[in-house]
């Protein structure tokens, strides 16, 4: 407080100064008041008498309400185009933008303004939430609206992508596998056709002991993480009965993950070839949805060309928690894309090992070795060349023409003799 005083005061008499040394002739003083009349030039002003005809009557008062309020009638009102959170935010810090010579004041009451708005305190900028931030993030990417009901169809008769449809057969997006493994997501666009705009991707990834997934948005960003078990049930299990044969007793389980491993939902262990496959939170144990076959097929049998019904239906049973919902965030979306990997895995899946030739994890583990394959061959000859390089006269000859340039280029070091120090005695 008292250092603030201080400069108050200081700053008080330097504008006082200031404003005693300006010219008489200017338009107003520190605190803006306008410069007096002296007595000479009042008396010498004449006195300005009303007359009779000055008066402004009563109608005519009446009329120019009458006018605005037919014109207030008639003026609608425009619609914002931003939040109103922003437009708060906006018309509070306005006055900031405003340039300090509209209002014409002269020099020391601009400066005076300018020193005490430094010294005083203001308001700090919120920070936006994290909802906020996600929402912006995502809000260029296309959006999926569904109810709590997902037909997945896959590529058949001709159609080289799968659908997604609702429960009025309306086709949400449209999905296709590459040679290497990616499962694509894709969404119809009116300019560019069907299966024009990226929503989503899963990426395979390589791995020893499961299959693993990543599954990401428009922008390439990883949001959910996808994980295959498959588990061979021994002879001394009870859930064998449920098989003639126990060679062939594979159950497998999902499970869908942050990007840092914690796990969000999983299924669950459910026999190969199972009709019906449950979801569940990892955290709440609470059922986020059920998916279900229709119709008699096995494997590949679900991509043949017949008139029979060969579909995954998926229900969920839980309401969506997210403000991010309809995209690659909805936990809805992450088990549909689950749901879809499944029924794809399944197709190349061989029966007697629950291996997969179309899951892309080989294509994925050889990609990975020739990465680190072309790393340790670049260091390796790098680390040759300049062996070489050392070994040959070449490099006495580098070594000379750098000291050379050093001594050309870099400014010289000054030189300063040392006094030799002289001893009272020796």
């Not at 437009?87 to 300090?100: D, P």
């Not at 159609?159 to 009025?168: A, F, I, R």
Request: glycine fraction near 4%; proline fraction near 4%; include cysteine.
């Amino acid at each position: 407080m008292t250092s603030l005083y201080v400069h108050s005061i200081f700053f008080c008499a330097l504008v006082t100064i200031l404003d005693a040394v300006s010219a008489p002739q200017s338009r107003g003083s520190f605190f803006g008041r306008q410069s007096t009349l002296s007595n000479e030039d009042a008396q010498d002003r004449p006195l300005i008498t009303p007359t009779a005809n000055d008066t402004i009557s009563q109608e005519y008062w009446n009329k120019a309400q009458a006018t605005l309020e037919q014109a207030r009638l008639s003026t609608t009102l425009q619609a914002t185009q931003v939040s109103e959170y922003l437009q708060e935010s906006n018309t509070s810090e306005a006055w900031r933008f405003k340039e300090l010579g509209e209002l014409n004041q002269p020099y020391p009451t601009r400066l005076a303004a300018a020193l005490f708005y430094m010294l005083s305190e203001h308001e700090t900028t919120n920070l936006p939430s994290q909802d906020v931030v996600d929402q912006e993030f995502v809000s260029p990417c296309p959006m999926v609206i569904f109810s709590n009901y997902i037909v997945i169809r896959p590529p058949r008769c001709g159609n080289s992508m799968g659908t997604w449809s609702d429960e009025k057969n309306r086709t949400l997006l449209r999905w296709w596998r590459s040679s290497s493994g990616e499962v694509n997501f894709k969404v119809d666009s009116r300019a560019f056709g069907n299966g024009s705009v990226d929503f989503a991707t899963l990426h395979p990834q390589a791995s020893l002991s499961t299959a693993k997934y990543q599954l990401s948005n428009c922008f390439g960003s990883h949001r959910y993480g996808i994980e295959e078990q498959v588990t061979k049930l021994s002879q001394g299990t009870d859930l064998l009965t449920e098989t003639s044969d126990p060679s062939k007793a594979f159950y497998m389980q999902y499970f869908v993950t942050w990007p840092n491993g914690t796990d969000v939902a999983q299924t669950n262990l459910f026999r190969m070839n199972a009709n019906a496959v449950n979801a569940t939170k990892d955290s709440s144990q609470t059922t986020v949805g059920a998916a279900t076959r229709k119709g008699n097929w096995k494997a590949s049998e679900w991509s043949e060309c017949t008139a029979n019904t060969r579909e995954w239906t998926v229900n969920f049973t839980t309401s969506n928690d997210t403000n991010e919902v309809a995209t690659v965030q909805d936990l809805r979306v992450a088990m549909a894309t689950m749901i879809t990997l499944m029924a794809s895995r399944d197709e190349g899946r061989n029966q007697e090992t629950a291996f997969t030739n179309n899951g892309g994890e080989r294509h994925a583990f050889f990609t990975f070795l020739l990465v680190w394959f072309i790393v340790i061959v670049t260091v390796l000859a790098f680390g040759a060349l300049i062996w070489a390089f050392q070994s040959s006269p070449f490099a006495d000859r580098a070594r000379l023409f750098f000291i050379r340039l050093e001594h050309a280029l870099l400014p010289k070091r000054s030189f300063k003799s040392r006094t030799p120090v002289f001893h009272p005695t020796w």
